[in-house]
């Protein structure tokens, strides 16, 4: 671990020169979708890492601070329901307007090739 840093109130150049500095193989982003991937996306040619990975709440469940759903819930694909209800303000637009569109999007794509 070459280092961290808490992105969410200096998202500037210097974040890039300070990960550059570190000649950090990895680059782990954690800053919440879809708010990383944004990042990633304007920054990615800046960076000189091998592999950027967005991981968003994947670091807070690995560290054990934060709880997935009963396996159950994960075994039959609806943990999103999980997590929808334990966080509905900061979650419905991603379950019930995001995915559907996303879906759709693809299913466009398909349909007019």
Do not use: H
């Amino acid at each position: 671990i070459c280092g961290m840093r808490n992105g969410f109130n200096d998202l500037d150049a210097s974040v890039v020169q300070s990960i550059n500095k570190s000649k950090a193989d990895i680059l782990i982003v954690g800053l919440g979708s879809p708010l990383q991937e944004k990042w990633i996306a304007s920054n990615k040619n800046k960076l000189e890492t091998n592999l950027i990975i967005a991981v968003g709440d994947g670091t807070k469940v690995f560290a054990g601070t934060k709880i997935r759903g009963p396996k159950i819930a994960r075994t039959i694909g609806m943990e999103w329901l999980i997590r929808l209800c334990s966080d509905p303000r900061n979650m419905w637009r991603r379950y019930l307007i995001g995915i559907p569109l996303f879906i759709f999007r693809v299913l466009k794509k398909k349909i007019k090739v």
